[in-house]
């Protein structure tokens, strides 16, 4: 018995994966080439050179992991940290606990710095934590929780971390490409993203880059990296040009995509990429504000691309989410945590970013009101 799939046409608007553009899906549909082609190599050292322009560093250790954002983060820290060493990591969501666990499993003694959800790392909570701990090899933060729409400003904790003679790492899965984010500028050691949110590619990869600071650290390790794949001296001999040794089988058609996704953000441009995301933002938050949706992260802390909204009083929220699914295809996050049957999480990242996505997302809340409203004054509804 086989079983065919027709998966329908979704829009997505949850906190990821986000919409691919067409010439993204076309990409991937290309015949298969061999992983060490020199036509492949080729198209991966362009894919180094355009994740290196976006992240806009010059980081010569900067590639992309095969395997999501996740392992893009277990990445980070199980190269950066050894048995016995202290680390600092922030928590205000669920991927800074899932960045505690996992240093935690690299025997690394943790410090975390807990915030209430929502908010943000104040400078002053990483200054106590450092008269804790005065040494940590590293300080983690996530940029942009996607768990609550929170944007996690860096620069003044980056300087504390560096007088402190620590590694800052970041989580910037969510923020990458559709926030300002400057890893040299801003001096951030280690970073991980995602393909499947603001670049728009389909999930599976994590574009990742290591400032000369934490290469000197994983050149200096005394025990060896504990996971195998994800053993930086050996992958990244993977991702250097002509010195290319087969160390895994990379996933060839995912990263045509991902070479043609970061394409368009080129050609796009950064700055009006993230100006794009702000004013897609501004224009869906006025449409939520009307219909009784109430912002969970303050303003200032806002993450333009994922909306942390409180659904209004009486809506039953996973009735609506549901018939916004099943009814007019279009996805939205529910809320995690303390949060789950409160709050939506509304994604416009990347292709899903775009007036279309605000329409057709405030047009079904608004019939879906509309129907509610029928309902309750015994009308028959069609
Ligand atoms: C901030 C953040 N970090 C890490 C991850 C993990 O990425 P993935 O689901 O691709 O493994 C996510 C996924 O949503 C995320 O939003």
Redesign the pocket.
């Known amino acids: 018995m086989n079983y065919p799939f027709n998966p329908p046409t979704r829009i997505l608007m949850g ?2 994966p986000s919409d691919a553009h067409p010439r993204v899906l076309k990409a991937m549909s290309h015949p298969l080439i061999g992983h060490l082609d020199p036509e492949f190599i080729r198209m991966m050292d362009e894919v180094k050179s355009m994740v290196m322009e976006t992240f806009i560093t010059k980081n010569h250790l900067t590639f992309v992991v095969s395997a ?6 277990e990445t980070c820290l199980v190269n950066l940290l050894e048995p016995g060493d202290e680390c600092i990591i922030c928590i205000n969501g ?2 800074g606990g ?1 960045m505690a666990d996992i240093a935690g499993r690299c025997g690394a003694k943790v410090i975390k710095v807990e915030t209430e959800w929502g908010k943000i790392t104040e400078p002053d909570q990483i200054k106590k934590a450092l008269d804790v701990c005065p040494q940590p090899k590293l300080v983690a933060l ?1 940029h ?4 609550t729409g929170a944007l996690q400003p860096l620069e003044e904790i980056s300087k504390l971390v560096h007088d402190a003679g620590a590694l800052l790492v970041v ?1 910037a ?2 923020s990458f490409c559709g926030v300002p984010l400057k890893l040299d500028e801003w001096k951030i050691d280690a970073v991980y993203s ?1 393909s ?2 603001c670049l728009s590619a389909p ?2 990869l ?1 574009p990742v880059s290591f400032s000369d600071a934490a290469v000197k650290v994983l050149e200096n390790r005394k025990t060896k990296v504990q996971s195998w794949f994800l053993d930086l001296s050996m992958v990244k001999n993977y991702w250097e040009g002509s010195k290319r040794a087969y160390h895994h089988t990379a996933p060839v058609s995912s990263i045509f995509a991902l070479h043609e996704a970061l394409n368009l953000v080129i050609e796009e441009g950064l700055e009006n990429r993230w100006a794009r995301h702000k004013k897609i933002h501004e224009a869906l938050r006025k449409e939520l504000e009307n219909l009784g949706f109430r912002f969970l992260v303050e303003e200032r802390y806002r993450l333009p691309n994922l909306n942390a909204v409180y659904v209004p009083e009486g809506v039953d929220e996973a009735k609506w989410r549901n018939e916004l699914l099943t009814k007019f295809n279009i996805e939205v996050g529910g809320g995690l945590g303390a949060f789950a049957g409160k709050i939506w999480r509304i994604g416009i990242m990347g292709e899903s970013c775009s007036m279309r996505h605000v329409e057709l997302l405030t047009g079904a809340i608004q019939k879906l009101r509309k129907s509610e409203e029928t309902k309750v004054s015994g009308q028959t509804v069609s």
């Open positions: 906190p990821g999501p954002g996740s392992a893009g983060m669920v991927f899932r996530v942009a929780e996607t768990s989580d899965v969510t995602g499947q949110k999930p599976g994590s």
